[in-house]
């Protein structure tokens, strides 16, 4: 975590991301002199990198997907030991991003770039907020001092502070109108995400502000109005949204990291082993929502030999699977791809966000008013909560290319509430986890934690331990409870800075167990 070496790294990114750039160091060993239109595009590798490698893992706790075999430790809310695996957000935000951004910041102050020190603070903040949700206490204030060997931990409580700090000196950056702006500062050709746009940068961080308060709901110093007021001000449609792009040129550096292209050399684990849940199968193919089958469906999903929509229940893989390299069973559950399991998939192949060419999302305007909905819906205001819920299901059914006619009758059927006095909370999560389905994985399990796992709300959950299953049973080192948290990235804390770990109790077997401080009370 040493400055030093997260230093180096640029080198890296610049080889993977951005070879357009290459040539502007001449000494690689002292990169510190970077401008900042080279360092921020390869910050946008980094954030995909880092959610989709742990969505992997994750996606296995919320139930968005599951492997072919049996006995999955992390379908089994469990994970790997003695292994940096679920460690990419840890990795992404102080080795990938982490000092980067710093550099960046730096650069840009000195030379009044201050749209660039705006997406910096944005994206540090971001940064924080992911780590934090994802592991609870994290290392903040000691994180990039030069010198340093043992860091110690800052709580989840100090790290929320310091994300809405940063948001607002971001908002204050982007305001500021006495520097070198827009294409002068080099600003919209760096900015691959918005093209330099400031308004949808704000909307951006209004938007992790909306998270940020929203994740406070189990508190007393929840406040409603203001997360509907960040939600107001965020993003306003799928025109908003923070997508990275992908051209997938033949190789697999700009490729969608969900993409075929990257499956052979990044994710060999998912060249066949990934289905779809029992779960997102039964939200969509109307075993929940009333006998509706959802219009996304054929869209998101990949339809059983049989054409029917199933999926695997954790630590149980698929019983129907058959092992040749053909479909037989006409029950068997094929993966995300649409192919025999074990098969890598051809480059160029895929559906919804598995293509190579596909943008990868980060945050969304269904996301938003979802986020809206639920605070509507706790602060009495029902009439306002499903005029925003069904606002983000047709948000959700723009994003995945659903017709105009199949939304509506979608809409006005019997799977969506149709006046505010029926409206549940049960129907604005199933309908946010449906649409969060492959990108939004933190959100939900976010979600998920704040209401605990209560399969009240959320229908098809399989909540472990399901006795009739001999593989239905909760991982060993977790006592009997269920994840609530993920341990920190192996090699850089367990090997080198255990004693600061110690101090939090992260060398307990079920750390990942312990309930996070923005769930409680």
Known sequence: MKKYIVAIAILSLLFISCKKWLGTNTDPATPQNVAPHILMPPLFNQMERGLAGDYRYIGRYVQHWGLNTTNDPIERHGYTRNSDAMGEIWRTVYYGMGDNISLMIEGANEEKKWEFVAAGYALRAWGWQMASDYHGDIILTQAFEKGRFIFDYDSQETVYAEVRRLCTLALEYFDKTDGKLG????????????GGNVGKWKKFIYGILARNGQNLANKSVYNADAVISFVNQSLSSNADNFLIPHPASPNSDNSNHYGPAKIPSIYPSLSGSYVQSNMIAQLLNGTIMNGVVDPRAPIMLVASPDNSYRGVKPGQGDPNRNASTTIINPTEIPNIYGIKSGVTPPVGTGRYLFRDNVSFPVMTYAEMEFIKSEAYYK???????????????????DFAGVTATNKSTYLASAAVPQTAAVLTLRDILLQKYIALWGYGTLETWNDMRRYHYDTSVYRGYTLLPEPS???????????????????PRYNSEYVWNLDALKKVEGDRIDYHTIEPWFIKP
């Open 183 to 194: 294409v002068e500062a080099q600003f919209p050709s760096a900015d691959l995400i918005f």
């Open 379 to 397: 602060k009495g205001d029902l009439g306002n909560s499903l005029i925003a819920l069904k606002a983000g299901i047709g948000a959700s059914m």
């Open 469 to 487: 299953y001999s593989t239905g049973t909760l991982f060993e080192d977790n006592l009997g409870k269920l994840a609530y948290r993920v341990r």
